[in-house]
Structure formats: C-alpha cells, structure tokens
C-alpha cells in the first residue's frame, strides 16, 4: 500500500451512511410533521371534552351537596383546579385555557358567598307524640335529618314527643314489629343546593319506662345526646362533618356505642362508675391517658369497677377529637 492511499473501514462507512427512509405510503408518518391545524384541532378537541367535564361535576354537586359546609369543602379542590389550568395556559400560551380556569375559580368562590345570601326554603314544624302500642317491650328510634341540629333526651308522657322544625315538612311515624315500637323521624327530601337547604332543628323527647336503641344518620350535624335516665340499649350515630355530646348513665348490660363521624368533635360524659371500653380508628385525638384509662391491645378501658354492664364504645373518623368526661 502506498503512502498517499488511505485504508477505509467499510463497517465505519456503512455506520455513517444515512438510513434509507423505508418505501411506501403506511410509512409517511415516520417523517411528516404534525401540521398546526392537527394540533388545534386536538387541543381544542381536549378543552371541549374538559369543560363538558367540569359542567357535569358543578351540576352533580349543585344538586347532591346539601349543606353550607360542604359547599366550602368541594369549592377549595375546584379553586385549585381552576388555578392550574389559568397556570398551565398561561405557559403554553393559551388564552381559552386560562379563561376556562379563571371562570372555574371565580366559580367555586362566588357559589359559597351566593348560597350564605339567598333566601332559606319555608320551615315548618312539625310537633308528634304518641302513646306505646299495646304489648309493647322495647322501642328503636330512628332519625334522619340530613344537616342541622339534634337534642335527645328523656321526659316523653307516652313513648315519645318530637318537635322537628325542617325546612319543608318533616315526617313521623311509629310501628311495631313484634313486641318492639319503630319510631321513625324523617327530615324532606334533599334536592342539594339548588334547593336551599340550611338543615334540621330537631328536639325529641323518649319514654323512661323502655329499653332503647338509638341510631342517627345525617350529614353535618351538631348533635346533644342526653342519655343518661333512660334505659339505652345500643347507640348508633353515622354522621358527617359534626360535634357530637353523649352522656350516658348506667349500663344495664353490655352496651355498643357506634360513633362514625367523616371528622369533627366528640364529648363523652360517662358516670366514674360505670365502665367502659372505648377504640378509636383514625387519625383522631383524645384524652383518654390523662383520664385514668388503661391502654389495651384494641384500645382504652377503665378500671374494672365490679358493676353489671359495661359500654362498649367504638369511635371511627378520618380526623377530629374525642375527649372523655368522667362525671
């Protein structure tokens, strides 16, 4: 080989060969640009399918959510919603997608502050009592209120006496079902906010003379429950965002106590000789150690104090406090 010839790697040349772009029309997407009207069309594609989106989750809560309190908690994740898409338009320098946020905010903020203006549905009340049924052994009450407020506790001259003030008209009723008396109360029926519903005055009065068994469902409630002279046999509360007071006497056996509340305050006033285990699952604060109770592998209880029954309490909610009040 002479001096002047240079050697070539033929491997070299065929690495820095430019690729053969393959023949055929099913491969013209590998090199064609996506042209500017298939961008718009997609984009705009997008932001019609989102705020068909958006519409359908405002309409779903005007007409479910039933409450002050609730309307502020789901108008918070809309407003930051709203926030990002204004954030996100403004860097992609899109002007509809910042208005569909800006509205969206502006949105979740008025809604709060045109629903705490606006006029309240007509309230009625409504005052029921009746006298037990004749064979009559045990009694259930059962309310429903939605939101509002509840005070329960004993002095009813038959089996019990309920003044129910509700925006609309509530309804009462008792049954039977063998030797047990069914009171049920009942708030109208909720149309969400749309129907301007600021929730339930409810005052219920029960007979001293019967075993009972006590279960509550609403929404946001703010709830008093003076248990203490009557015969309570089980207590069932599933309530939303609430403060609830319970204070309970002697149990006669044992007695479960069912508090689910989605979060907010709790008040247990239990007599120093009576006992009780308690369990709590959440991410819920109390004062259990501070009032003498014994940690358990489940939960608390107190002190064994040799009585005949024994409250079986069980508190579940994803955050509040529960304090004890031993009386």
Same mark, same amino acid.
């Given at each position: 080989? +002479?001096?002047?010839?240079?050697?070539?790697?033929?491997?070299?040349?065929?690495?820095?060969?430019?690729?053969?772009?393959?023949? $055929?029309? #099913?491969?013209?997407?590998? +090199?064609?640009?996506?042209?500017?009207?298939?961008?718009?069309?997609?984009?705009?594609?997008?932001?019609?399918?989102?705020?068909?989106?958006? $519409?359908?989750? @405002?309409?779903?809560?005007?007409?479910?959510?039933? +409450?002050?309190?609730?309307?502020?908690?789901?108008?918070?994740?809309?407003?930051? @919603?709203?926030?990002?898409? #204004?954030?996100?338009?403004?860097?992609?320098?899109?002007?509809?997608?910042?208005?569909?946020?800006? @509205?969206?905010?502006?949105?979740?903020?008025?809604?709060?502050?045109?629903?705490?203006?606006?006029?309240?549905?007509?309230?009625?009340?409504?005052?029921?009592?009746? !006298? &037990? /049924?004749?064979?009559?052994?045990?009694?259930?009450?059962?309310?429903?209120?939605?939101?509002?407020?509840?005070?329960?506790? &004993?002095?009813? /001259?038959?089996?019990? #006496?309920? *003044?129910?003030?509700?925006?609309?008209?509530?309804?009462?009723?008792?049954?039977?079902?063998?030797?047990?008396?069914?009171?049920?109360?009942?708030?109208?029926? *909720?149309?969400?906010?749309? !129907?301007?519903?600021?929730?339930?005055?409810?005052?219920?009065?029960?007979?001293?003379?019967?075993?009972?068994?006590?279960?509550?469902?609403?929404?946001?409630?703010?709830?008093?429950?003076?248990?203490? %002279?009557?015969?309570?046999?089980? %207590?069932?509360?599933?309530?939303?965002?609430?403060?609830?007071?319970?204070?309970?006497?002697? /149990?006669?056996?044992?007695?479960?106590?069912?508090?689910?509340?989605?979060?907010?305050?709790?008040?247990?006033?239990?007599?120093?000789?009576?006992?009780?285990?308690?369990?709590?699952?959440?991410?819920?604060?109390?004062?259990? !150690?501070? #009032?003498?109770?014994?940690?358990?592998?489940?939960?608390?209880?107190?002190?064994?104090?040799? $009585?005949?029954?024994?409250?079986?309490?069980?508190?579940?909610?994803?955050?509040?406090?529960?304090? %004890?009040?031993?009386?």
């Amino acid at each position: 080989m +002479s001096t002047g010839e240079q050697q070539t790697d033929p491997g070299h040349e065929a690495s820095t060969r430019p690729l053969a772009r393959p023949a $055929g029309p #099913e491969f013209d997407w590998l +090199s064609r640009p996506a042209t500017p009207s298939s961008r718009a069309g997609a984009y705009w594609t997008g932001l019609v399918a989102l705020v068909a989106g958006m $519409g359908a989750v @405002v309409v779903a809560l005007a007409t479910q959510v039933t +409450s002050l309190v609730q309307t502020v908690l789901v108008a918070v994740p809309l407003v930051l @919603v709203g926030f990002g898409l #204004e954030r996100v338009g403004k860097s992609a320098r899109r002007g509809s997608m910042r208005a569909v946020g800006i @509205v969206l905010a502006l949105l979740a903020v008025t809604a709060p502050i045109v629903l705490s203006l606006s006029s309240p549905r007509t309230v009625t009340t409504v005052t029921q009592s009746a !006298a &037990p /049924p004749s064979g009559t052994t045990q009694a259930v009450l059962r309310a429903t209120l939605g939101g509002g407020q509840l005070r329960l506790g &004993p002095g009813a /001259p038959g089996l019990y #006496e309920a *003044q129910l003030r509700s925006p609309g008209t509530a309804s009462a009723g008792v049954s039977t079902n063998g030797g047990t008396a069914v009171v049920d109360l009942r708030a109208p029926a *909720q149309h969400g906010l749309l !129907a301007r519903n600021r929730g339930s005055d409810w005052e219920a009065k029960l007979s001293t003379g019967l075993p009972w068994q006590v279960e509550v469902d609403g929404g946001a409630v703010t709830a008093d429950l003076e248990l203490r %002279v009557l015969d309570v046999r089980s %207590v069932r509360l599933q309530t939303g965002i609430s403060r609830l007071a319970v204070r309970l006497g002697q /149990p006669a056996a044992l007695v479960p106590v069912d508090l689910q509340i989605s979060a907010g305050l709790v008040d247990l006033y239990v007599p120093r000789a009576s006992g009780f285990d308690v369990t709590v699952d959440g991410a819920v604060l109390n004062n259990f !150690a501070g #009032e003498g109770l014994q940690r358990t592998s489940t939960g608390w209880r107190t002190v064994e104090t040799g $009585g005949r029954g024994r409250f079986i309490i069980r508190i579940r909610g994803a955050t509040g406090r529960v304090r %004890v009040h031993r009386i």
